[in-house]
């Protein structure tokens, strides 16, 4: 049963332009089909998530990250009344913005675009789904209903201070309301992400030879796990025991947001959707000592994993890519693909040229970049098996 304060997709705000609904779906669930059918969405598939894409098929994409985020916020949202579709597509759609190459990649075309209004992933999926997928008669973007934009724009919570130029230039023509919560469902999708890359990372870590077990069983939760699995299968092989282990972990948190949000959800006296954005303080949350706890696996993945020294070499490898890439296509904008060329034909001032260059760089995938700082300098950042072709720096 769908509590009163879910979104209801029978009184959506509508959408930027206006459309016949579907007979068949509701328009949450039409929003996510169109999400999952986007051309971004389908990019992620080459798109690092910690590892760059071809150093294993079993590490996580950005893709395979974005699926089991869905997953994971649709158990949630369904637990506590909330409209699944709405969340599912604000889930699938929170990192179509990212760059190749991961948090890396954005750090690199931040810096880059410093001088031109700078560059943030969650802006840039707002920018994706309002205007650069383009392939409707009727408008650029996906039309999507004002819900999901709002989810996508606020899952993180409001947006205030110096507003991101992809966010502020669309919310002057539809406006998302960034000073408040976004709804429910999106706070969920936001929650979701943290559950499944705290778990996904430590599994990938290990499988990538980053750490081992013996270390990981000294942080809290997972000490607890690995000692139950011990105790119910003390002859279990290795690989079951981590996987049974790690479920276990994955379980722990979800269980423990569904705890805290019922008890927030409760005290809020919250009886609709706007009532949770008013509220002036996030209803979906981890416990004080979940959130603790939390903290200590992040600050074990930071020095054990994303600043391990491959990790970091890569990153210093593909930083080179995209430094090389970006002042390549603002010198010559005609090495852009024929339909970027189209867009550059009325571009007169240098801001409007480098956010262009950055939408083409943002959405290239990992392969893409590489093949394109190959062909643009006769040099490889890294060779096929993702090692370092070039000395070390």
Not at 60 to 73: D, F, G, K, M, Y
Not at 179 to 188: C, G, I, K, N, Y
Not at 212 to 218: H, V
Not at 333 to 343: E, F, I
């Amino acid at each position: 049963m769908r509590a009163t304060f879910a979104c209801d997709p029978n009184r959506v705000r509508g959408r930027l332009y206006a459309e016949e609904e579907s007979a068949h779906r509701s328009c949450f669930q039409r929003d996510r089909d169109r999400i999952i059918h986007c051309s971004a969405f389908r990019r992620l598939k080459h798109k690092t998530q910690v590892f760059v894409e071809h150093e294993g098929d079993f590490y996580r994409t950005r893709l395979t990250h974005s699926i089991e985020v869905a997953q994971v916020a649709r158990t949630i949202a369904n637990a506590l009344g909330l409209n699944t579709d709405l969340t599912e597509a604000v889930a699938l759609a929170h990192d179509l913005g990212h760059t190749p190459f991961g948090h890396t990649g954005e750090d690199a075309l931040a810096l880059l675009m410093e001088p031109y209004g700078g560059f943030d992933h969650n802006a840039q999926t707002l920018r994706i789904v309002t205007s650069l997928e383009r392939h409707y008669a009727e408008f650029d973007g996906l039309n999507l209903t004002w819900d999901t934009l709002e989810g996508i724009a606020k899952h993180n919570g409001p947006v205030e201070g110096d507003i991101p130029y992809a966010l502020s230039e669309y919310n002057a023509l539809h406006d998302l309301e960034l000073h408040t919560h976004a709804s429910a469902e999106a706070q969920v999708a936001a929650l979701s992400d943290d559950v499944a890359y705290n778990n996904h990372d430590l599994h990938d870590g290990l499988r990538a030879g980053l750490f081992t077990e013996e270390k990981i069983m000294e942080l809290p939760i997972v000490a607890d796990a690995y000692g139950e699995v011990d105790g119910t299968f003390p002859n279990l092989d290795a690989y079951r025991r981590r996987h049974e282990a790690l479920r276990r972990v994955f379980g722990v948190m979800v269980t423990d947001v569904l705890t805290e949000s019922r008890s927030r959800l409760h005290a809020s006296g919250c009886e609709t959707a706007q009532d949770i954005r008013e509220l002036g303080r996030p209803v979906i949350a981890f416990s004080d000592g979940m959130w603790s706890k939390l903290k200590e696996i992040r600050k074990f993945l930071f020095s054990n994993m994303y600043r391990a020294p491959s990790v970091m070499e890569q990153r210093r490898r593909v930083t080179i890519a995209l430094n090389d890439l970006f002042p390549a296509f603002m010198a010559d904008p005609s090495m852009l693909p024929d339909r970027w060329r189209g867009d550059t034909a009325a571009i007169e001032d240098e801001t409007s040229r480098a956010r262009l260059v950055a939408d083409y760089i943002a959405g290239m995938t990992d392969r893409f970049a590489l093949q394109q700082h190959a062909d643009l300098t006769g040099t490889h950042v890294l060779d096929r098996d993702g090692q370092s072709a070039l000395p070390p720096g």
